[in-house]
């Protein structure tokens, strides 16, 4: 399995709280990426970096805000979580290039009450 | 609609049997990617073939491509219980980031 590490994996918190999902990789990949996806269902991407100091919005429009600081850590950040952001956010990492295979964390099972 | 889209999308087989699951896209492509994903867990890369392969062996998984079809499939032999999760086909489209079907479930029954 890749070594690409997302905390917390489960997190049920109440609406308007300020919310960081944590993912680290120890693979020195620079391009990383999160993806939104309702169980069962295909995946979103929401945001990604080429490498350090470089985030890109995604296909999806998400209220989220990520940083990438660090090759290794690529944290998303929403400031005032809503029921509407129940998901699981998933993150990944691949080498640079075209088309290189990308690598995930088990992901994080956000519930908005 | 989607670039890339899974055909079934649900399978159930008796342990034992193939299974055969599709994928199609609409724009041409670098390469295509078939990833597991066990229920409650990440995806996991299986295959990569390139544009200019037609057939890849890995294992128990033999994947196709016809790029004249715009499609590729995935064919798990002997299958095990163990083989249960959902199938997802991503295509390397250049310029462009990863797209990935909605996925195929399929249930191996013991």
């Known amino acids: 399995e890749a070594d690409i590490y997302q905390t917390p994996r489960y997190l049920v918190i109440g609406t308007g709280k300020k919310i960081t999902l944590e993912c680290s990789q120890t693979m020195g990949h620079d391009k990383m990426y999160w993806y939104q996806q309702d169980p069962g269902m295909e995946l979103h991407l929401i945001h990604y970096?080429?490498?350090?100091?470089?985030?890109e919005k995604g296909d999806l429009s998400s209220e989220s805000t990520v940083s990438r600081i660090r090759t290794e850590h690529f944290p998303l950040t929403l400031e005032s979580a809503r029921p509407s952001h129940t998901s699981q956010y998933l993150c990944?990492?691949?080498?640079?290039?075209?088309?290189?295979?990308?690598?995930f964390g088990d992901g994080t099972r956000l519930s908005i009450l | 609609s989607q670039q890339g889209e899974e055909d079934p999308q649900a399978l159930s087989i008796q342990e034992g049997e193939n299974a055969t699951m599709n994928c199609s896209y609409k724009t041409s492509i670098n390469n295509l990617q078939w990833y597991r994903q066990n229920s409650g867990r990440g995806l996991v890369h299986l295959i990569l073939?390139?544009?200019?392969?037609r057939e890849k062996h890995s294992g128990r998984l033999r994947v196709t491509l016809d790029t004249s079809k715009k499609s590729s499939s995935l064919l798990i032999t002997a299958s095990r219980a163990a083989d249960t999760a959902s199938y997802f086909c991503a295509t390397a489209i250049y310029g462009q980031n990863f797209v990935f079907g909605p996925g195929t479930r399929l249930s191996v029954l013991p």
């Open positions: 970096s080429y490498g350090v100091n470089s985030t």
């Open positions: 990944a990492s691949s080498e640079s290039g075209l088309g290189q295979p990308q690598h």
């Open positions: 073939i390139r544009s200019n392969e």
